[in-house]
């Protein structure tokens, strides 16, 4: 076997290893919840095993996304972005919270350079923070996207809806960089917001890179969980000034439409797309994926469209993780629970395309390009649906194209 397939399945294994450490999304929150129920930083050390097969992407050493699937050409920018409002929330001696936020939008041209999956240094942080030596330390950074960095935006004015993307705790806003593509070749625009101290690594323009202080709290109790849920709520709310304010930060700001702005996250970002909701009405529909739901539905309800989409293992209805039936019970709008067969936590997010690609078996029985396609399809119909107005079939009865997807009878307690 070669160089390159040993370090591409270290490589992988060591983005599992954070994957499963950081998972909320397979703990229940509430009563009954002891201490070994909560995420923890270092899981088993045979928690992945290698495929015995070579894949071509580890041959030559490269992850790669999947093309997007819209009509439309993509194109991004990253953005710093600083609120002078609020210390940060993790570390109380910065007196700002500054925060770095990726665009995605359709293009008018893909003329320009294909853009930077993260920073050599993020990917460096990433690997030593999965314990990977003896790899390229920059390799994560070569992973091929398909979009044209800074591309000039395309669309009539004040039309494109407005997706915000949240990642899991710990992950960079570039996990989810698959499924963002994806919206925006759609005619969607997308920011992912990277949480400062809240992951492993966040580069900065002037050369700053911030690591994960709030993985360093010792208690991972309900209050720690409530902050993060607040402090998200808050970066998405202060993002959202910053792209539809009258300063707005984005050459492209023009073209979004500031009355159609949905939210979906993965894990502790699912989670937040509640609270994200309770605390500002421009957000009028939400997705939670695979997270538990740690931020609690007032009992006074929730009215705007939601969706959970999660794992079959872990988030059916009577299963282990209770939390998405107490949110259920207060969700008072359009709501669906549709649950993956075969899919584990990483599955909807770009983590299985490179344990796919690089030869790793991390427990799924769905494969993480099948993954990505259910998950980009589901997305795509819950935002058309209830930010375009388009009917949507596929979230209401059974389908013959995704038979691994199950929709929930939560009453039943069957999907």
């Known amino acids: 076997m070669g160089h390159g397939n040993i370090s591409g399945m270290a490589v992988v294994a060591g983005l599992l290893v954070l994957a499963a450490a950081v998972s909320c999304a397979s703990v229940p929150v509430g009563p009954g919840t002891t201490a070994s129920d909560r995420p923890h930083r270092k899981p088993a050390a045979d928690a992945t095993s290698p495929a015995s097969t070579e894949s071509p992407a580890v041959r030559h050493g490269v992850p790669y996304l999947p093309k997007p699937t819209g009509s439309q050409l993509v194109g991004t920018t990253s953005i710093h972005l600083k609120d002078s409002s609020r210390p940060d929330p993790w570390v109380p001696s910065e007196k700002a919270r500054e925060l770095m936020v990726s665009l995605w939008y359709p293009a008018r041209s893909s003329a320009g350079k294909r853009a930077q999956y993260m920073t050599p240094k993020e990917s460096e942080l990433t690997l030593k923070d999965g314990e990977i030596s003896g790899v390229p330390l920059d390799l994560l950074s ?56 809240e992951d492993v690594a966040t580069t900065f323009p002037d050369g700053r890179v911030t690591e994960c202080v709030a993985c360093e709290s010792e208690q991972r109790d309900q209050a720690f969980w409530d902050k993060v849920g607040a402090t998200r709520a808050a ?176 009453e039943k307690k069957m999907c």
């Open 235 to 410: 970066d998405v709310s202060f993002v959202l000034d910053e792209l539809t304010g009258s300063h707005a930060k984005w050459a492209g700001a023009a073209l979004i439409d500031p009355s159609r702005i949905a939210m979906a996250g993965h894990s502790a970002g699912g989670a937040s797309a509640v609270g994200a909701m309770v605390t500002d009405s421009r957000v009028r529909a939400g997705i939670n994926i695979d997270g538990t739901a740690f931020v609690s539905v007032p009992e006074s309800g929730l009215s705007r469209p939601f969706l959970f989409l999660g794992a079959q293992v872990s988030h059916s209805p009577g299963g282990r993780d209770t939390s998405w039936e107490h949110a259920w019970e207060n969700l008072t709008g359009w709501k669906r629970w549709v649950v993956l067969s075969g899919a584990e936590h990483a599955s909807f997010t770009d983590v299985s395309l490179m344990a796919d690609q690089l030869g790793i078996d991390y427990g799924a029985k769905v494969s993480g390009a099948r993954a990505l396609e259910v998950t980009r399809s589901y997305v795509a119909a819950f935002f058309d649906l209830h930010l375009r107005g388009k009917p949507q079939p596929l979230l209401d009865d059974p389908s013959k194209r995704y038979p691994e997807l199950r929709l929930c009878d939560v």
């Open 142 to 197: 070569k992973t091929r996207t398909n979009a044209s960095r800074d591309a000039e935006p395309v669309g009539r004015k004040g039309r494109l809806p407005l997706v915000v993307l949240s990642p899991g705790f710990t992950k960079p806003r570039n996990s989810l960089t698959g499924l963002a593509e994806d919206l925006a070749s759609r005619g969607y625009v997308v920011v992912a917001i990277g949480h400062t101290y």
